[in-house]
């Protein structure tokens, strides 16, 4: 019986998909299921999958209902006990299940592992901005209230352990990094040091559309996180937003604006626009260029994501009120229903 489920959430992913979906087919270890959720695609995708031929497949067709709904669901529908997260546009490499079926088996009691990616389609530059270390090291970073940085198509769940932590929550564009805090604390986070994964950044994804909303929705998760050490009650989206908006450095996110159009220029072969992003990167933040530098070349370097937490305490007064624990996988209001958001589809990067 196989033990594991590669979970590929699908909307108008055409006309990425074939090469994403052969990259799995042809992976040198061929023992796993593959489950598709087709969240209401109005491209070519739902033909495409109907011409694949293979006993492994298996298709669910569901009205629209958004990313944070297929991934949920492909965590209840897996029949394995491991779901490999894999997305409509990426590649996965040809050992990529060999060696996570390695890792399951030495460490069968982790919550979830992961491994390095690189950019992708080839022409682009570096490795996506990744946090390594043991699982000891992890639990470390999320108790000094940051967040890890974790390429979500590289991830591998334990599927109960994922739903036990409370899944998926929030259609913020950063629905992996809130769980990925939630599982360090219980489970281990395991770290694959090998890039299995080569990641497709696009002018249509949500990520290059929707920085500075993503920038907010990155801090509000790292506020859950600090409310739960520090064991304070959170204020919903929409009510601690506008502080949070005061937390981010826009230079920061005028830089990464910069070096991501610079890595698909590369990978589009222009180079000449390339070298314009870039240059315009290394003026815009000279510090976060260096950071970024060091940390493409400095293997050891501890990487996180979010703002030093004590710069939350200044605001102390806007985004806290009284003292209540907040409990790993607690449900809080849903920030859409009381402020409209663009939401992440599947088959578009988070």
């Not at 489970?187 to 299995?196: N, T």
Request: hydrophobic letters at 40%; glycine letters at 4%.
């Amino acid at each position: 019986m196989s033990r594991l489920t590669v979970g590929i959430p699908v909307f108008n992913a055409m006309p990425y998909l074939p090469e994403s979906l052969d990259s799995i087919l042809r992976q040198t270890h061929g023992d796993f299921e593959i489950l598709v959720v087709n969240d209401g695609s109005t491209d070519d995708s739902r033909e495409y999958l109907e011409t694949i031929r293979d006993r492994r497949l298996r298709v669910i067709h569901q009205p629209n209902q958004g990313i944070t709904a297929a991934l949920n669901r492909m965590l209840s529908e897996a029949t394995t006990p491991w779901l490999v997260r894999h997305d409509a546009d990426d590649v996965a490499y040809p050992h990529r299940i060999a060696r996570t079926v390695e890792f399951i088996e030495r460490y069968p009691e982790a919550g979830m592992f992961y491994s390095l990616a690189e950019y992708y389609p080839k022409g682009s530059v570096a490795q996506f901005r990744t946090t390594k270390g043991s699982p000891e090291d992890i639990r470390k970073l999320v108790l000094a209230g940051y967040l890890p940085a974790i390429c979500h198509p590289s991830v591998t769940l334990n599927a109960k352990r994922a739903l036990s932590a409370g899944g998926y929550r929030f259609n913020l564009h950063v629905e992996d990094i809130d769980l990925w805090w939630r599982l360090a604390l219980e489970h281990q986070v395991r770290f694959i040091p090998e890039v299995l994964v080569g990641f497709r950044q696009n002018l249509q994804s949500v990520s290059s559309t929707n920085l500075e909303l993503q920038a907010v929705n990155t801090l509000y998760i790292q506020y859950l996180l600090l409310s739960h050490l520090w064991k304070s009650e959170p204020l919903p989206y929409d009510a601690a937003r506008v502080a949070l908006a005061n937390l981010f450095d826009r230079r920061k996110l005028a830089f990464k604006t910069h070096i991501r159009a610079f890595n698909m220029a590369m990978g589009k072969g222009r180079r000449l626009d390339a070298l314009c992003h870039l240059s315009r990167a290394m003026t815009t933040s000279p510090v976060d260029f260096s950071r970024r530098f060091f940390d493409e070349v400095w293997h050891r370097r501890e990487i996180g994501l979010g703002e030093p937490p004590e710069s939350f305490l200044k605001h102390k007064a806007l985004l806290w009120s009284a003292p209540k624990a907040l409990k790993p996988g607690a449900i809080l209001p849903k920030p859409e229903d009381s402020f409209e958001l663009s939401v992440a589809q599947p088959g578009t990067k988070a």
